[in-house]
């Protein structure tokens, strides 16, 4: 089965409502490939979701950047998936870096987030990556099949589930990892999963690559084999993030 192409763009904790406006008309009067060849995900923040829900183009989708573990009720500041259902996002990201190392999000809290999301009916982008510490160590491949061992145990069903591999030490930094880099964890991760939940699963699931993902480099990056996507952050804001998208033609050509 073709993996199809997955494209997300990560706002981050950015924008006010006229900016927000500015970003929704250059993706709606974009032209790019259509939605069987590349999936395109925004991902606002909390408060803008609902305006940039009722402005984007039907053949883009909504992301929130977070949500709760579990159900709603006295947690004050945090967003259930129940309220994203309910608004009808459907996709959600959990598990990005900035969340488990200023917050301390541990790999137990991010699985049970995976899992709790999917049980709601949301569609998820998980996060996994390591850090620059962590890389020189060589323990890359350590870390990340921890993460994605801490989802793979609380879940069992993983066709909403999308896989961000993303190194920490290139995220915002304008490090990036070569393609080369990049293909051999997606590999390592497509093995872990093919060793420890089934082939099926390993061949089906999208591994999307984010780290200073640009419209220089997007198009080599999606070249490699087991590069399924990209979870792009600054660029998303810019139109760049255009060429991001179109860099999918090269998965359909090869």
Not at 36 to 59: A, I, Q, Y
Not at 157 to 168: F, H, M, Q, S, T
Not at 202 to 225: D, F, H, W
Not at 234 to 247: M, N, R, V, Y
């Amino acid at each position: 089965m073709a993996r199809k192409f997955i494209v997300g763009g990560n706002w981050k904790c950015n924008g006010t409502a006229e900016e927000v406006k500015k970003i929704v008309t250059m993706l709606n009067e974009a032209e790019v490939p259509s939605e069987d060849v590349v999936e395109v995900v925004v991902s606002p923040p909390f408060v803008f979701l609902t305006l940039v829900k009722n402005l984007l183009r039907s053949d883009f989708h909504i992301a929130a950047q977070n949500c709760w573990v579990r159900k709603g009720g006295a947690f004050t500041g945090e967003v259930s998936a129940e309220m994203l259902v309910n608004l009808g996002v459907p996709w959600v990201i959990l598990g990005h870096s900035e969340r488990r190392a200023l917050l301390n999000e541990s790999n137990e809290f991010v699985g049970d987030k995976v899992a709790y999301a999917l049980s709601q009916g949301l569609k998820v982008i998980a996060c996994v990556g390591e850090t620059l510490e962590q890389r020189e160590s060589g323990s890359t491949v350590a870390v990340v099949a921890a993460q994605t061992k801490a989802i793979a145990e609380k879940t069992s069903n993983w066709d909403n589930v999308v896989l961000a591999y993303e190194p920490v030490w290139a995220i915002g930094t304008g490090k990036v990892a070569s393609p080369a880099q990049a293909q051999e964890v997606h590999f390592e991760l497509r093995k872990w999963l093919k060793d420890n939940v089934g082939a099926e699963v390993a061949a089906s699931t999208r591994i999307m690559y984010g780290g200073s993902v640009n419209g220089g480099n997007c198009k080599e990056l999606a070249s490699q084999p087991d590069v399924d996507g990209f979870l792009v952050g600054g660029a998303s804001l810019k139109p760049e993030f255009i060429d991001i998208i179109k860099s999918a033609t090269v998965k359909k050509n090869a």
